[in-house]
């Protein structure tokens, strides 16, 4: 029997379908870019978020240097705020982007240019996956991922000011606001299924219980993302860092594929609590395993992982960049190993 | 005329509920009726802000209630202060607090500077993506007791180490507490890099800041 391609297994772990294919998958669908592979592939940070070639060089080292079964764009969070006129901190070869200024004083100024996905570095990031497809075919999943409408906010309004806001302004305005950028990542994905993507990946970190309450998550977050889940028409991973246990339940009716967790949250408790309702993608913790552990320490925590259910093998959170390689690589030779019986 | 106990009771209502405007009349009230402003601040204003603290911990506030209320906090000391009578009794502990290097998320960071500053702390705030080196440097110059650092990712918060490690190469690890705290920050990976304390929340880490505090006054062996 032929192999099954890792795009085709990554397909049906991250819609939940992980029986039906021959193992588990380690597509990360969240950062994967670590200075050994910009120094492997001879395309750093700050240069490669802005240069297409060394962005294609960058994003194929997660499959040539690490074997991660899948390739994932754009490398950081500021590609939304940027084309919406902030001013970007570059950063350097182990420090991502961030933005610095932001552009709207009030809800009402928002304004999201119709072009907008013809602006700043979107094009850049669907040229390079376009490339990508072409180059290595149908054989490998790319995943297109999008900065939620949460964050995009924090960054286009300031994260106090439209923190206060959702307390101080009326619900609908604050919804409202998120449902435009909603619509900007809509019109990425749409374009980024064009340039062959497979995988849609909405990073909304700043979404986290850590700062909003489950209430708000359910009356203005949970609308926006099922809105994006209608009309994306692409399975689709949400990832929100830091604690989302009482998110869970929302969580599952967002008509998303697959839940990343962070670190904080216990697959198998996220998986008790959601069901059948949405896959948990993630379960090696970044830090505590990859970035300070060791190969031994990190194949536990996989192995924990896949124990407690999760659908798809990927790092909890963003890698950091010194992580070092032999540790990413440990997690992918435990997912190559792990065959369903 | 409202009597001091309306005045007082207003004015803590208008902070828990983080109404700012509220907050302003009611601490235009308290100057009109000749309440002791200082008192007003430090001790009411305090002691409405260890509700909302309370509030936090129980999950029934969340981070914009806590700004909100900061706000109206604030509103109520631009009207007070220039009526305050300051206590010069006690020295309030010195904390130095700041977002890592290569880090912007600094809500966090924030919430802690507003509990810290409401229970009567000297804090002097560094802001975010602050240099470990700087940070180092602020610690010595203002002989702070009490260094805070915050990271909210993954990707930054090995730079709390880094600092630490800075702190015990120039020999002044013994000199100052360090408390961490941040999303991804375990407290596991908090005492193995060397800190003191990781507090849960932002209320939390006001206890512990007191415990610090008096652990390293007591020890006191080692002083700046």
């Known amino acids: 029997m032929a192999e099954m391609t890792p795009r085709k297994r990554a397909l049906l772990c991250v819609t939940g379908n992980k029986r039906r294919a021959d193992r588990i998958s380690c597509m990360d669908t969240l950062t994967t870019c670590t200075v050994d592979q910009m120094n492997a592939v001879k395309a750093p940070f700050p240069e490669a978020n802005r240069d297409p070639e060394l962005a294609f060089k960058l994003a ?30 570059w950063g350097r070869i182990d420090r991502h982007p961030s933005v610095e200024t932001h552009v709207f ?67 609908a305005d604050v919804r409202e606001a998120l449902m435009q950028i909603s619509e900007m990542n809509i019109a990425d994905c ?20 850590d700062i909003l309450s489950p209430t708000f998550f359910k009356e203005a977050m949970l609308p926006v993302y099922q809105n994006m889940a209608k009309k994306i028409g692409a399975p689709i991973v949400l990832h929100i860092c830091g604690n989302t246990s009482s998110y869970l339940p929302f969580i599952a009716d967002t008509g998303f594929d697959a839940f990343s967790v962070d670190a904080q949250v216990d697959p198998g408790f996220a998986k008790a609590i959601v069901g059948d309702k949405i896959a948990i993608v993630g379960g090696v913790p970044t830090i505590t395993a990859l970035l300070f552990g060791t190969p031994q320490k990190v194949k536990e925590a996989a192995i924990d992982a896949i124990k407690k259910g999760v659908d798809v ?12 390689t032999e540790n990413f690589k440990a997690m992918v030779d435990v997912a190559r190993c792990m065959v369903y019986v | ?86 206590d010069k009794t006690s020295v309030p502990a010195t904390v130095v607090l700041a977002v890592v290097e290569g880090d912007i998320h600094d809500i966090g960071k924030n919430l802690v500077k507003i509990m810290l500053s409401a229970a009567g702390f000297r804090v002097i705030d560094m802001g975010k993506d602050v240099p470990s080196a700087a940070l180092v440097e602020k610690v010595k110059e203002t002989k702070a007791d009490v260094l805070g650092m915050s990271a909210l ?72």
């Open chain 1, 105 to 171: 004083n009030d809800l009402k100024d928002l304004k999201i240019p119709d072009d907008i996905v013809e602006r700043g570095r979107f094009p850049l990031k669907h040229d390079v996956e376009l490339r990508l497809r072409k180059e290595y075919g149908d054989y490998l999943p790319i995943v297109n991922q999008v900065t939620g409408p949460f964050t995009v906010a924090g960054h286009i309004f300031g994260i106090e000011k439209f923190c206060i806001w959702t307390k101080k302004r009326p619900l």
């Open chain 1, 313 to 324: 093998l990927m790092p909890s959170c963003g890698i950091p960049p010194r992580t070092p």
């Open chain 1, 190 to 209: 749409k374009k980024a299924l064009k340039s062959g993507t497979d995988v849609v990946c909405i990073a909304d970190p700043s979404a986290t219980s």
């Open chain 1, 60 to 89: 194929a080292a997660a499959w040539e240097v690490i074997g991660l079964e899948g390739f994932k764009l754009p490398f950081d969070l500021c590609v939304e705020a940027e084309a919406l006129g902030c001013k970007i901190n």
């Open chain 2, 153 to 224: 990712m993954s990707t930054t918060m090995p730079r709390m180490k880094n600092v630490i490690d800075m702190l015990k190469d120039q020999g002044i690890r013994g000199k100052v507490k360090v408390i961490v705290g941040g999303g991804p920050v375990t407290k596991d990976w908090a005492l193995s890099i060397g800190a003191d304390d990781r507090p849960h929340d932002a209320s939390a880490a006001v206890g512990a800041t007191k415990g610090l505090v008096e652990k390293l006054r007591a020890e006191r062996g080692e002083t700046w």
């Open chain 2, 1 to 86: 005329m409202a009597t001091k106990e309306e005045i007082v009771n207003g004015f803590m209502k208008a902070i828990v509920d983080g109404d700012e405007e509220a907050s302003a009349k009611w601490a235009k009230e308290a100057v009109a009726a000749g309440l002791d402003a200082y008192e007003m601040v430090t001790k009411h204003g305090g002691d409405a802000m260890t509700i909302v603290n309370q509030k936090y911990e129980k999950k029934e506030y969340f981070v914009p209630e806590v700004l909100c209320a900061a706000n109206a906090l604030n509103a109520g000391v631009d009207i007070l202060s220039p009526h305050m009578k300051a």
